[in-house]
């Protein structure tokens, strides 16, 4: 089975306000409420790709009951551990006459030590019957920078490969504990080795670096542009097919999950790369966040091809 862990889930709220200004009232009518947060747009989109999947992570309250019904809908197994502050709220303000998009992100419910706890509990449970891992995205407030990090130590002593979709020091010390896989995006990257990288040298200067460090492959993606990957066999570019984007949000997840299942089923990593290529490039033709058309997907993966750059 696929896991992916969402510490930090949100409630996502999209309002499409025509020419939004600051000190207005708004009525609004159009308004999109969805179960958000990265790890469940990696369990939606590897859902869609047709595999099982079992989400687990952190909820509470009603907006926790509100994301926990979604995935009952979406058929996704769960095994949430439930805390006593209520899950996060993420606003979107879009403004189709501007072309603006305004972003409010709570930061999310204060865990306790005796929550923490019971989700390494439910982690170490999860395990036995997951052969991919992936977290992703933030954490709440007062878990520790090393949450990652730890989590990887313990499912490498289990065998299971885990995907780290993080930034900032949670990403530092991820690294540290040698996870399979990590998957900055380039401004993730930058930020991780402190300088501009601007030439795709100096990516993969730093990617071989970070590899070598005990990671089997080092995914950065670049948007529009697509991903370098690197591992101790090689380093890949896969360029994203040309297509007019609708939204670009959650693309790096839908990379995450395409990766995550060609790797499930087996598949070889080139493999796995050009899935994860294609499954990030048909997010960004939905409006919805973390959706895909498996046909897309499959179109793109036929036509993605790989480069090698070593
Ligand atoms: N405009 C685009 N056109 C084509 N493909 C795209 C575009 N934007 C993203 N992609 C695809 O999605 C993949 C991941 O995108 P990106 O680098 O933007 O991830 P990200 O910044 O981590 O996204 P997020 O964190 O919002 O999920 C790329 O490798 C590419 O395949
Ligand atoms: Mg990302």
Known sequence: MITTVTL????D?????NNF???TRY???DVKVSAGGKGLN???VAAMLGEKVNATGLLGGVTGKFVQEELDKLNISTSFVWIN???RVFTAIVDPVNNTETFLSEKGPAVTKKELNAFVKEFVKTLKYSEIMIASGSVPPGLPKTIYGDMVKIA???NVKMIIDACGSYLVEAIKAKPFMIKPNLHELKELVGYDLDSEYKIVYESKYICKQGIEVVAISLGDKGAIFTTKDGVYKICAPKISAVNTVGCGDAFVAGCAVALFRKRDLPDAFKLAVAAGTANAMERQIGHIDPEIVEKFYQETKLKRLD
């Not at 930090?8 to 409630?11: E, G, L, Q, S, Y």
């Open 8 to 11: 930090n889930p949100a409630i």
């Open 21 to 23: 200004q600051p000190n």
């Open 27 to 29: 009525m609004v009518d």
């Open 13 to 17: 709220r999209a309002y499409v306000i």
């Open 42 to 44: 990696v369990a939606r």
């Open 85 to 87: 502050e209520a899950t």
């Open 156 to 158: 490498r002593d289990n």
